[in-house]
């Protein structure tokens, strides 16, 4: 195979490999079309960047393949574009969970957050459910956020979904809901901002329960046994030779690797 040459073409669609065989291979990778700093955003010049942008380069140094396009997909339709064969990966911050490994399979983990919850400095909400009595939350549509919402929240408090997290956190900020649950590391752009100054973390649930999933992989179709073992090799191998730790420095000060078991 010939080396692969990666770079990201302005607005859009592809991290492209030089490189031809007479039957070509290409692995197309989908972040969610919404941003989601410091995961993956759009820079002004309309270029994807972000923490797990820079993982999909690093992958594809790895796998190799002929072409390794970045294409982008709306949140909520992006299993069914997985499924219908528009897109081979999902890197978009999917958190591994038992309902969705029913339509999808997972790579191992390649990141694990806290879920958070943020309010106002002075709010007496906690990651106690019944601290959210009365309250109004947003939640981003499509998550485990959601769901969680959904199954503790539901009775007590008034629960509003939104297509993005900028949404939540814009309500937020306008005092049209009283928290927002998100990913820890999700949120801590908005708490850096002007409008994120009277606001803070005011609790991490636990990572052990259930409901938040096994951390963060990539989405592959099932049957695609062989993409998918390629996935999993080429993780390993960036954390065995320091790229992950390299990616992980330049947008956490904390570690969020969940480094795989020998």
Not at 51 to 56: G, M, R, T
Request: hydrophobic share 40%; charged share 25%.
């Amino acid at each position: 195979m010939k080396t692969t040459l990666l770079r990201l073409f302005v607005g859009a669609v592809a991290l492209v490999g030089v490189g031809a065989a007479a039957q070509a291979e290409t692995i197309r990778f989908s972040v969610a079309a919404e941003p989601y700093p410091p995961f993956a955003s759009k820079n002004a010049a309309g270029q994807w960047e972000g923490f797990e942008v820079d993982l999909i380069k690093a992958l594809c140094d790895k796998l190799k393949p002929d072409t390794c396009e970045l294409k982008e997909t709306a949140w909520d339709g992006i299993i069914p574009a997985l499924t219908s064969k528009k897109i081979d990966v999902i890197f978009a911050s999917m958190s591994i969970t038992d309902e969705r490994k029913k339509t999808i399979d997972f790579s191992i983990p390649y990141y694990n957050t806290p879920a958070a919850v943020v309010a106002e400095k002075d709010s007496t909400i906690t990651t106690d459910p019944k601290s959210f009595e009365g309250k109004t939350v947003g939640v981003q549509t499509a998550t485990i956020h959601a769901n969680f919402a959904d199954q503790k929240l539901k009775g007590i408090a008034e629960i509003k979904i939104y297509n993005t997290q900028d949404e939540a956190n814009s309500d937020l900020a306008a005092g049209r809901i009283d928290a927002t649950i998100a990913d820890s590391a999700a949120l801590e752009p908005f708490l850096a901002t002007e409008a994120g100054k009277g606001y803070a973390f005011k609790g991490f649930f636990d990572k052990a329960d259930p409901i938040w999933g096994a951390g963060v992989g990539a989405g592959i179709r099932k049957g695609d046994t062989e993409l998918l073992n390629k996935i999993n090799k080429a993780i390993r191998e960036i954390y065995a030779d320091g790229t992950y730790e390299k990616i992980e420095k330049k947008y956490f000060t904390y570690d969020v690797a969940t480094p795989p078991k020998s």
